[in-house]
């Protein structure tokens, strides 16, 4: 809220520059965003925070905090000191007011006056209400506006005459419909609050009056209301019919009912002045009387909270500036009576803060706390990902950090089920979250397929499904993209290579690649393989499919993987232990040979391990090829075979006849023509 | 004829040294060893000297033709050598790939490394949260019009007996997880993804990274935090940051407070960075609100503790000097690559 220091004056003397002022208040109360030259006036621009909207977003409250920050007293206008100007006098009622449910309306308090002329407004006043953005319209409603934006109660003037027979408050009624000031038709609801007399609904409380009971230029008799609603009806009744006023936005973050008299009481001072007639009558429901809260104050309990001390005559003076009586000191404590406009100071911390920014947090010094010596760790699931990325970099991967949202469309990847869907999705962009977090790697290729021929990066981040029985399942993933300048397969052997070696760092000896058809229309058909440890799947390897590689116009052919963080972590096994050094040497011997196309590596190794060689140490493919001239639908093979022993350097018998038994068991095995 | 091979002695290897081709050399020993050489004429004459001087000049002579001989065939080694691996040192190296961390990951690591060796553990938790965690247990229970200050991600439930389930707003509802499961004293920091459901521009994203901090025990107090995140910063951005505290409200704390930090840029004399003002603001924190220690089961009247807030990208714009909030999630490998 922006305020003019020219008016503040009427309130409370400003001895400080502007500047001066802005930076004492921002230390001590609000941020204040700016201050800007307006003719010969300065306007200060406030930003309030929930709790101090209601006491302080207004010209008196907020002098009352520059008074209470400077220790420069209040002073103007009388009426707005007074307590109770007319509940202490005796009314004739003349026109009746029900409140329907107290919970509803806590207060509502109507002030009758007669013999107004309705104008336009004197300059001073319109002048005021333009500073903070009001339009004026005549000098009743101008009035009201004034009070609010002085006291921060909004006030609601209806033409009197219009009335029938008095005010009921109470919810809405089916079916039942208003037209507001501004002639929007509204339909109502038994969850809206309503002002009605006998034959119409003249408000919606809180938010906006209605054309029934308009003061028009004719107006010469008017009812004045300044009420306390439920901030609850006010919040939902403006959201569901899209009305959102300077009112309304008030009574959102609650009101003091006290307020509700003195703004009554302000607001015929200003209309006798400017307007003439008289107060005729004062009506008001207040079954519920709010009273000021009294807290305790120790300064033992402050300093042991803050960290430093507070003399209980220093506190006791800042609640003097405050406008906060004591009631009442016995050995060293204070029992504070906090003034109702101050709903948010509701137990001891709350004062404390009082002291502690009145104070001044620059005076607070900068004490290194004594304590236990504990022992600080990080998660498992920290310390293992900080490890991977580690990895991750000298591998020549870069990391990236995406979104969390895949499109709507995006939706064909698997059964909509299993999807985590947004109640409020900012866009269809950005509409469930991601199943595979290597779905969102996917963009990361589209925008930099055009700067790099080949690319290799990765992600560590949340993925999220929907299981029937678990609900929202979130897990940790590791995925990573190769977009290589060679065709074919190159990519997925390259990034197959560094999982291994990611593999081989973490002790996790024997992960299996089986044929997987998982994830239809994101991995090619038949060129994915499930990466499983003792039986478990720990994730993906696979192609890119072509054609879900044309969404992001990308040619070259990507292979991708995702592991399941938690599941990677729990295999791996960091531990090192020496193994002594070979004492004999080792023999290598070649074998090549032409076998069926299909025939997967994996097999023929297994063969080979398993066919009772004691001294064979290692199997290690180095060579295959596909040829016209080998015939069609073979290839040939070629590995390297090594074997040792711990005891002995082996002959060449030895060798040769293991040798024997290998070729053998391929033979078997397969139909083999060794080269 | 001593001074001829003394002459001969004294130029030759100069002669030979300052060649730079083959030609060149073959030239130089042409003229002091070929048929008409110099020095060949030296031992030609040999013959005519008496004994004396023959037996004087002439081994000198004979260890002088071997030595230049053996001079011109180093050099012309040296030839070769050059000719066959022209080594250009200049030549660039062979390109090796390099990974890159994200900014946002060097940030937070510094961050978790700098708080571990203050003694504070760092703990992990859940993106999807609980409305009670993220909201109710935090002392912002519904309709609370300080909800707003959280626009919040809420996520579709199956049936509508589920609880409400949302992407959480802030890293503050891993307090709430942490002090369920443990017993104070602790100091922990909390980094991890937010969400905030708002309009990106340079300076807002719906998705962003937090760093928590809580530190709990019987005497914990506003002055240790100021201590603590004043080491902090100063470690951060590897100079002396001064610290100043500014009244806030968080719902989750009281009193709450706002920190500012002078500005690393420009040490307090004003840049565009902190807007001339010489101060940036980098996060919330306050005294933990005792409805929070009863929503964990703690005992408020015993126990008392500190909580801050800071923002991972925020953090890193300024110790990186990156101008959009956006380019840590745009995936943009030229980003990536200048960290
Ligand atoms: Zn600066």
């Given at each position: 809220?922006?305020?003019?220091?020219?008016?503040?004056?009427?309130?409370?003397?400003?001895?400080?520059?502007?500047?001066?002022?802005?930076?004492?208040?921002?230390?001590?109360?609000?941020?204040v965003?700016?201050l800007?030259?307006?003719?010969?006036?300065?306007?200060?621009?406030?930003?309030?925070?929930?709790n101090?909207?209601?006491?302080?977003?207004?010209?008196?409250?907020?002098?009352?905090?520059?008074?209470?920050?400077?220790?420069?007293?209040?002073?103007?206008?009388?009426?707005?000191?007074?307590?109770?100007?007319?509940?202490?006098?005796?009314?004739?009622?003349?026109?009746?007011?029900?409140?329907?449910?107290?919970?509803?309306?806590p207060?509502?308090?109507?002030?009758?006056?007669?013999?107004?002329?309705?104008?336009?407004?004197?300059?001073?006043?319109?002048e005021?209400?333009?500073?903070?953005?009001?339009?004026?319209?005549?000098?009743?409603?101008?009035?009201?506006?004034?009070?609010?934006?002085?006291l921060?109660?909004?006030?609601?003037?209806?033409?009197?005459?219009?009335?029938?027979?008095?005010?009921?408050?109470?919810?809405?009624?089916?079916?039942?419909?208003?037209?507001?000031?501004?002639g929007?038709?509204?339909?109502l609801?038994?969850?809206?609050?309503?002002?009605?007399?006998?034959?119409?609904?003249?408000?919606?409380?809180?938010?906006?009056?209605?054309?029934?009971?308009?003061?028009?230029?004719?107006?010469?008799?008017?009812?004045?209301?300044?009420?306390?609603?439920?901030?609850?009806?006010?919040?939902?009744?403006?959201?569901?019919?899209?009305?959102?006023?300077?009112?309304?936005?008030?009574?959102?973050?609650?009101?003091?009912?006290?307020?509700?008299?003195?703004?009554?009481?302000?607001?015929?001072?200003?209309?006798?002045?400017?307007?003439?007639?008289?107060?005729?009558?004062f009506?008001?429901?207040?079954?519920?009387?709010?009273?000021?809260r009294?807290?305790?104050?120790?300064?033992?309990?402050?300093?042991?909270?803050?960290?430093?001390?507070?003399?209980?005559?220093?506190?006791?003076?800042?609640?003097?500036?405050?406008?906060?009586?004591?009631?009442?000191?016995?050995?060293?404590?204070?029992?504070?009576?906090?003034?109702?406009?101050?709903?948010?100071?509701?137990?001891?911390e709350?004062?404390?803060?009082?002291?502690?920014?009145?104070?001044?947090?620059?005076?607070?010094?900068?004490?290194?706390?004594?304590?236990?010596?504990?022992?600080?760790?990080?998660?498992?699931?920290?310390?293992?990902?900080?490890?991977?990325?580690?990895?991750?970099?000298?591998?020549?991967?870069?990391?990236?950090?995406?979104?969390?949202?895949?499109?709507?469309?995006?939706?064909?990847?698997?059964?909509?089920?299993?999807?985590?869907?947004?109640?409020?999705?900012?866009?269809?962009?950005?509409?469930?979250?991601?199943?595979?977090?290597?779905?969102?790697?996917?963009?990361?290729?589209?925008?930099?397929?055009?700067?790099?021929?080949?690319?290799?990066?990765?992600?560590i981040?949340?993925?999220?499904?929907?299981?029937?029985?678990?609900?929202?399942?979130?897990?940790?993933?590791?995925?990573?993209?190769?977009?290589?300048?060679?065709?074919?397969?190159?990519?997925?052997?390259?990034?197959?290579?560094?999982?291994?070696?990611?593999?081989?760092?973490?002790?996790?000896?024997?992960v299996?690649?089986?044929?997987?058809?998982?994830?239809?229309?994101?991995?090619?058909?038949g060129?994915?393989?499930?990466?499983?440890?003792?039986?478990?799947?720990?994730?993906?390897?696979?192609?890119?499919?072509?054609?879900?590689?044309?969404?992001?116009?990308?040619?070259?052919?990507?292979?991708?993987?995702?592991?399941?963080?938690?599941?990677?972590?729990?295999?791996?096994?960091?531990?090192?232990?020496?193994?002594?050094?070979?004492?004999?040497?080792?023999?290598?011997?070649?074998?090549?040979?032409?076998?069926?196309?299909?025939?997967?590596?994996?097999?023929?190794?297994?063969?080979?391990?398993?066919?009772?060689?004691?001294?064979?140490?290692?199997?290690?493919?180095?060579?295959?090829?596909?040829?016209?001239?080998?015939?069609?639908?073979?290839?040939?093979?070629?590995?390297?075979?090594?074997?040792?022993?711990?005891?002995?350097?082996?002959?060449?018998?030895?060798?040769?006849?293991?040798?024997?038994?290998?070729?053998?068991?391929?033979?078997?095995?397969?139909?083999?023509?060794?080269? | 004829?001593?001074?001829?091979?003394?002459?001969?002695?004294?130029?030759?290897?100069?002669?030979?040294h300052?060649?730079?081709t083959?030609?060149?050399?073959?030239?130089?020993?042409?003229?002091?060893?070929?048929?008409?050489?110099?020095?060949?004429?030296?031992?030609?004459?040999?013959?005519?000297?008496?004994?004396?001087?023959?037996?004087?000049?002439?081994?000198?002579?004979?260890?002088?033709?071997?030595?230049?001989?053996?001079?011109?065939?180093?050099r012309?080694?040296?030839?070769?050598?050059?000719?066959?691996?022209?080594?250009?040192?200049s030549?660039?190296?062979?390109?090796?790939?390099?990974?890159?961390?994200?900014?946002?990951?060097?940030?937070?690591?510094?961050?978790?490394?700098?708080?571990?060796?203050?003694?504070?553990?760092?703990?992990?938790?859940?993106?999807?949260?609980?409305?009670?965690?993220?909201?109710?247990?935090?002392?912002?229970?519904?309709?609370?019009?300080?909800?707003?200050?959280?626009?919040?991600?809420?996520?579709?439930?199956?049936?509508?007996?589920?609880?409400?389930?949302?992407?959480?707003?802030?890293?503050?509802?891993?307090?709430?997880?942490?002090?369920?499961?443990?017993?104070?004293?602790?100091?922990?920091?909390?980094?991890?993804?937010?969400?905030?459901?708002?309009?990106?521009?340079?300076?807002?994203?719906?998705?962003?990274?937090?760093?928590?901090?809580?530190?709990?025990?019987?005497?914990?107090t506003?002055?240790?935090?100021?201590?603590?995140?004043?080491?902090?910063?100063?470690?951060?951005?590897?100079?002396?940051?001064?610290?100043?505290?500014?009244?806030?409200?968080?719902?989750?704390?009281?009193?709450?407070?706002?920190?500012?930090?002078?500005?690393?840029?420009?040490?307090?004399?004003?840049?565009?960075?902190?807007?001339?003002?010489?101060?940036?603001?980098?996060?919330?924190?306050?005294?933990?609100?005792?409805?929070?220690?009863?929503?964990?089961?703690?005992?408020?009247n015993?126990?008392?503790?500190?909580?801050?807030?800071?923002?991972?990208?925020?953090?890193?714009?300024?110790?990186?000097?990156i101008?959009?909030?956006?380019?840590?999630?745009?995936s943009?490998?030229?980003?990536?690559?200048?960290?």
């Amino acid at each position: 809220m922006k305020f003019s220091i020219e008016w503040l004056k009427d309130y409370v003397a400003i001895n400080d520059t502007p500047e001066a002022l802005a930076e004492r208040i921002t230390l001590h109360s609000f941020e204040v965003e700016g201050l800007e030259k307006h003719d010969h006036d300065i306007l200060m621009d406030v930003s309030f925070l929930p709790n101090r909207f209601p006491d302080a977003a207004n010209y008196y409250g907020f002098a009352r905090e520059v008074s209470a920050v400077t220790g420069v007293p209040l002073i103007g206008p009388h009426s707005l000191s007074q307590q109770n100007p007319f509940s202490k006098k005796k009314w004739k009622q003349t026109w009746p007011l029900e409140v329907q449910n107290a919970d509803d309306c806590p207060r509502y308090s109507g002030l009758l006056m007669k013999g107004v002329r309705v104008e336009g407004s004197p300059t001073w006043l319109r002048e005021r209400l333009e500073i903070n953005g009001l339009r004026s319209i005549n000098t009743v409603v101008d009035i009201t506006n004034y009070v609010m934006l002085e006291l921060g109660q909004p006030l609601h003037a209806f033409d009197a005459a219009k009335v029938d027979n008095g005010i009921v408050v109470r919810r809405a009624r089916g079916r039942e419909h208003m037209t507001t000031l501004d002639g929007k038709d509204v339909d109502l609801s038994p969850e809206d609050l309503v002002i009605a007399d006998q034959s119409n609904v003249l408000a919606l409380a809180g938010i906006k009056g209605g054309k029934a009971a308009e003061i028009i230029s004719s107006t010469t008799s008017i009812l004045l209301e300044a009420a306390n609603f439920n901030a609850d009806f006010v919040l939902r009744t403006a959201r569901r019919v899209g009305i959102t006023t300077d009112a309304s936005y008030r009574f959102k973050y609650g009101l003091d009912p006290n307020l509700t008299e003195v703004a009554l009481a302000r607001a015929a001072e200003l209309v006798k002045k400017i307007c003439g007639g008289s107060i005729e009558t004062f009506a008001d429901a207040y079954p519920h009387k709010v009273l000021p809260r009294v807290i305790a104050f120790d300064p033992r309990r402050y300093e042991a909270l803050i960290g430093e001390p507070v003399s209980l005559s220093s506190a006791r003076s800042l609640f003097k500036r405050l406008g906060w009586g004591v009631v009442k000191a016995v050995k060293g404590l204070v029992w504070v009576e906090v003034p109702t406009f101050r709903r948010d100071v509701e137990r001891f911390e709350d004062v404390v803060e009082e002291v502690a920014r009145l104070r001044g947090y620059e005076e607070l010094g900068s004490i290194p706390p004594v304590t236990v010596l504990l022992h600080a760790a990080q998660d498992e699931s920290i310390a293992f990902s900080r490890s991977v990325k580690k990895r991750m970099l000298t591998f020549g991967f870069d990391e990236l950090y995406s979104y969390s949202f895949i499109p709507e469309s995006w939706n064909v990847v698997c059964d909509e089920k299993t999807l985590v869907q947004l109640e409020n999705p900012v866009s269809t962009e950005y509409f469930y979250l991601r199943p595979l977090l290597l779905l969102s790697l996917f963009r990361a290729l589209e925008s930099n397929a055009k700067f790099f021929s080949s690319l290799r990066f990765y992600e560590i981040g949340k993925a999220f499904t929907h299981d029937e029985e678990a609900g929202i399942v979130e897990r940790a993933k590791l995925a990573g993209m190769v977009m290589s300048e060679e065709k074919g397969g190159a990519s997925f052997y390259e990034l197959k290579g560094v999982l291994d070696a990611l593999f081989q760092g973490y002790g996790i000896a024997d992960v299996e690649y089986c044929p997987s058809d998982a994830w239809k229309g994101v991995f090619a058909q038949g060129q994915v393989a499930e990466l499983m440890v003792d039986g478990t799947s720990i994730g993906f390897l696979g192609m890119i499919d072509s054609k879900w590689l044309s969404r992001f116009g990308v040619a070259r052919p990507v292979a991708a993987f995702e592991l399941d963080l938690e599941l990677l972590c729990s295999a791996a096994n960091e531990e090192r232990e020496f193994v002594p050094l070979p004492k004999y040497p080792a023999v290598i011997r070649d074998v090549s040979f032409l076998i069926d196309t299909t025939v997967r590596i994996d097999d023929m190794r297994r063969v080979i391990n398993d066919a009772g060689s004691k001294m064979l140490q290692d199997v290690d493919l180095f060579d295959m090829f596909e040829d016209e001239k080998l015939g069609t639908g073979k290839k040939s093979i070629s590995f390297h075979l090594t074997f040792r022993s711990d005891g002995r350097t082996l002959t060449s018998e030895e060798v040769g006849h293991d040798m024997e038994t290998i070729i053998a068991a391929l033979q078997k095995q397969f139909a083999i023509e060794v080269r | 004829m001593i001074m001829t091979i003394n002459e001969i002695e004294h130029s030759v290897f100069a002669e030979i040294h300052n060649t730079h081709t083959a030609k060149e050399l073959e030239e130089v020993r042409a003229r002091y060893l070929g048929r008409k050489g110099t020095l060949t004429s030296v031992l030609r004459g040999l013959a005519e000297l008496s004994l004396e001087d023959r037996r004087e000049i002439g081994p000198r002579a004979q260890a002088l033709r071997d030595r230049i001989e053996e001079a011109c065939e180093d050099r012309l080694q040296d030839f070769e050598a050059t000719s066959e691996t022209f080594f250009d040192v200049s030549f660039p190296g062979k390109k090796i790939t390099v990974g890159h961390h994200n900014p946002l990951s060097l940030l937070i690591q510094d961050t978790e490394d700098i708080f571990l060796s203050l003694g504070f553990s760092v703990v992990d938790g859940p993106e999807v949260e609980t409305e009670f965690n993220n909201f109710d247990a935090l002392n912002i229970p519904a309709n609370h019009p300080a909800r707003e200050m959280w626009d919040t991600f809420w996520l579709k439930r199956a049936h509508n007996t589920e609880p409400r389930k949302l992407l959480r707003t802030h890293t503050s509802p891993v307090q709430i997880r942490y002090m369920q499961t443990h017993e104070p004293p602790f100091r922990i920091i909390v980094p991890g993804t937010t969400y905030r459901y708002e309009a990106t521009d340079a300076r807002h994203e719906m998705q962003f990274s937090q760093i928590e901090g809580l530190a709990v025990g019987e005497t914990v107090t506003l002055a240790n935090f100021k201590s603590i995140i004043t080491a902090f910063f100063s470690r951060l951005f590897a100079q002396k940051v001064e610290i100043r505290l500014r009244p806030s409200y968080f719902p989750f704390v009281e009193p709450g407070v706002e920190v500012d930090a002078t500005c690393p840029r420009c040490h307090k004399r004003g840049c565009e960075l902190c807007t001339f003002t010489g101060w940036l603001e980098l996060g919330g924190a306050g005294m933990v609100h005792p409805h929070v220690f009863d929503a964990v089961g703690y005992n408020p009247n015993t126990i008392q503790g500190f909580a801050f807030g800071v923002g991972a990208e925020r953090l890193a714009m300024i110790k990186y000097g990156i101008p959009d909030i956006r380019l840590f999630r745009s995936s943009d490998l030229r980003f990536i690559q200048q960290f």
